[in-house]
T-cell receptor, first 112, second 109 residues
Framework: GNSVTQMEGPVTLSEEAFLTINCTYT??????LFWYVQYPGEGLQLLLKATKADDKGSNKGFEATYRKETTSFHLEKGSVQVSDSAVYFCALRGDNFNKFYFGSGTKLNVKP | SQTIHQWPATLVQPVGSPLSLECTVEGTSNPNLYWYRQAAGRGLQLLFYSVGIGQISSEVPQNLSASRPQDRQFILSSKKLLLSDSGFYLCASSRGEQFFGPGTRLTVL
């Protein structure tokens, strides 16, 4: 079946530090992969996506590369800001386009 | 792009009372629609999804139900709320990636 596993949080970093949030997946077929961000008290916003192997999604300084050989889609940012503090969710959409599978979320705290 | 409206934004209800949460979508037609629940500090639990008017798939058996009376309207209901129904309810729409509404914070006392 389909599932997403992401690293446990919270992750606490100082401003301008390098960020990696690990995400691995299990899926049949050729899933599309997504990262969403949730700020306190709000819904989820799409951060970036990749639809096929070796694609790199990027947005607002965040990047993630679809690695089929390691079934991973790790989120990275070279220099985090306090405003990046939020919960980040990795997700996949499988061959059944109707359903999405979300990881449990990773809370990021960035300190000034 | 799609815009998803949810109301109310917050709701406090006594145990045993009924529930109706509404979600409407703008900027698309024929979307797949979803209801998720997020417990405090937790991930997303898919409750229902719909691929068309009157078509509802239930993912988790519980005292909640969903209906889709119009193409861009999705309603989450309960006849009698339980304490465990407290949480943050998110409506989402999909024509490719998922777009989320702002959520409804439900507290059952």
């Amino acid at each position: 079946g389909n599932s997403v596993t992401q690293m446990e949080g919270p992750v606490t970093l100082s401003e301008e530090a390098f960020l990696t949030i690990n995400c691995t997946y299990t899926a049949t077929g050729y899933p599309s992969l997504f990262w969403y961000v949730q700020y306190p008290g709000e819904g989820l916003q799409l951060l970036l996506k990749a639809t096929k192997a070796d694609d790199k999604g990027s947005n607002k300084g965040f990047e993630a590369t679809y690695r089929k050989e390691t079934t991973s889609f790790h989120l990275e940012k070279g220099s985090v800001q306090v405003s990046d503090s939020a919960v980040y969710f990795c997700a996949l959409r499988g061959d059944n386009f109707n359903k999405f599978y979300f990881g449990s979320g990773t809370k990021l705290n960035v300190k000034p | 792009s799609q815009t998803i409206h949810q109301w109310p934004a917050t709701l406090v209800q006594p145990v045993g009372s009924p529930l109706s949460l509404e979600c409407t979508v703008e900027g698309t037609s024929n979307p797949n629609l979803y209801w998720y629940r997020q417990a405090a500090g937790r991930g997303l639990q898919l409750l229902f999804y719909s691929v068309g008017i009157g078509q509802i798939s239930s993912e988790v058996p519980q005292n909640l139900s969903a209906s889709r009376p119009q193409d861009r309207q999705f309603i989450l209901s309960s006849k009698k709320l339980l304490l465990s129904d407290s949480g943050f309810y998110l409506c989402a729409s999909s024509r490719g990636e998922q777009f989320f509404g702002p959520g409804t914070r439900l507290t059952v006392l």
